[in-house]
C-alpha cells in the first residue's frame, strides 16, 4: 500500500471524464494539480465537497491550480452528479481502481460494525513540477476546501 508524502514524485495518471474526454496529469504541466478522491456520487459528503471546490473554483484557477475530483463511480454517474449539483470541478472515473491503488486511497473501512474496502477521502495537492506538496488523509469536509486553497495560495 502506497503512503505517500510530500515530496515524492506524484503517481501518473490518465483517467475517463464525465465530459467524454480523458484527463492526465501531463495536461497539467507547469500548473498545480488539487487531486481529491470521494468514496461516491450524490451523497452528503461527497456532494459536500465537490461543491465546496466548485465554488472556489474561480479561486483555485486564480492561484494557478486545477480542481479534479476522483471515485470509482462511472462517467455517466458523474455527469449526472455534475449536472445535478452544477459542479465545476473536473470529474474523473476511476473505475477500475488503478489510480485510487496508486494513491493508496483505497482501504479497509468501518461503519456500523462492518467492515468493507472504500475509497478514503483523501486530497493530494500536486505541484507544477511533478511533486507532492501536500497530502490531507481521512478528510472531514467541513474546512477542507479553505485549507487546501490556502495551501495553493501560499505556494506550498
Known amino acids: ?40 456520487d450524490d451523497t452528503p459528503g461527497c456532494t459536500k465537497e465537490a461543491i465546496g471546490f466548485s465554488d472556489k473554483i474561480d479561486e483555485f484557477e486564480a492561484a494557478g491550480a486545477v480542481v479534479v475530483g476522483v471515485s470509482k463511480d462511472t462517467t455517466a454517474k458523474h455527469g449526472k452528479f455534475r449536472a445535478k449539483h452544477e459542479l465545476s470541478v473536473i470529474l474523473a472515473s476511476d473505475a477500475d481502481g488503478d489510480v485510487t491503488e496508486r494513491y493508496g486511497v483505497w482501504r479497509e473501512k468501518q461503519m456500523y460494525g462492518k467492515t468493507y474496502w472504500g475509497i478514503e477521502r483523501s486530497t493530494f495537492l500536486i505541484g507544477p513540477d511533478g511533486t507532492l506538496k501536500a497530502v490531507w488523509r481521512k478528510v472531514k469536509v467541513p474546512g477542507h476546501v479553505e485549507e487546501v486553497l490556502d495551501t495553493v495560495k501560499s505556494g506550498s
Do not use: E, Q
Open 1 to 40: 500500500m502506497s503512503t505517500l508524502k510530500p515530496g515524492d514524485t506524484a503517481p501518473d495518471f490518465s483517467m475517463p471524464t464525465d465530459s467524454a474526454g480523458t484527463v492526465s496529469l501531463s495536461d497539467f504541466k507547469g500548473k498545480s494539480v488539487v487531486l481529491f478522491f470521494y468514496p461516491k
